[in-house]
């Protein structure tokens, strides 16, 4: 019997979606791209988002992708690094082993807050046989 494999994506934890708007740097208000400038002064390819009231800064640094989201006045709200699985903390590895065997990670993201909170958003996808 002809097996077939269906994946299905599944996000674990909340993620709000908003339109995004790409901008060049000169349309970002002053306040956002100083303090940006400030906090990543080595970053030149940076491709900047409108999102809601908000700016995001898209950027690489040593082959890892970072988005960090600004508030019109120039403060930064949160900092959110790709991360694979193994970068995932041991407790939340050990939560989706026992609770989620047949599941590939698709999606991990570290999220660093203004306060330094830190949170972590992993989107997996699951397979099923289907015979």
Same mark, same amino acid.
């Given at each position: ?22 901008? @060049?740097?000169?349309?970002? @208000? ?5 303090? *940006? ?21 898209? *950027?690489?640094?040593? +082959? ?18 790709? #991360?694979?699985?193994?970068?995932? @903390?041991?407790? #939340? ?7 989620? @065997? +047949? ?9 660093? *807050?203004? +306060?330094?909170? #830190? ?5 997996? +996808?699951?397979? *099923?046989?289907?015979?």
């Amino acid at each position: 019997m002809k097996k077939i494999y269906i994946l299905l994506s599944c996000l674990v934890g909340i993620i709000p979606i908003q339109a995004q708007q790409t901008l @060049p740097r000169e349309e970002v @208000p002053a306040a956002v791209v100083n303090e *940006f400038d400030k906090e990543h002064p080595s970053e030149k390819e940076i491709r900047w988002e409108k999102k809601g009231e908000n700016y995001a800064a898209n *950027f690489e640094d040593k +082959d890892l992708r970072y988005s960090a989201l600004y508030s019109s006045a120039g403060t930064m709200l949160y900092l959110t690094a790709k #991360i694979t699985e193994n970068e995932l @903390p041991m407790g #939340i590895r050990a939560y989706l082993n026992k609770n989620y @065997p +047949d599941r590939i990670i698709a999606d991990g993201k570290k999220i660093t *807050f203004a +306060d330094e909170a #830190i949170s972590y958003s992993v989107e997996i +996808d699951w397979i *099923f046989l289907i015979n």
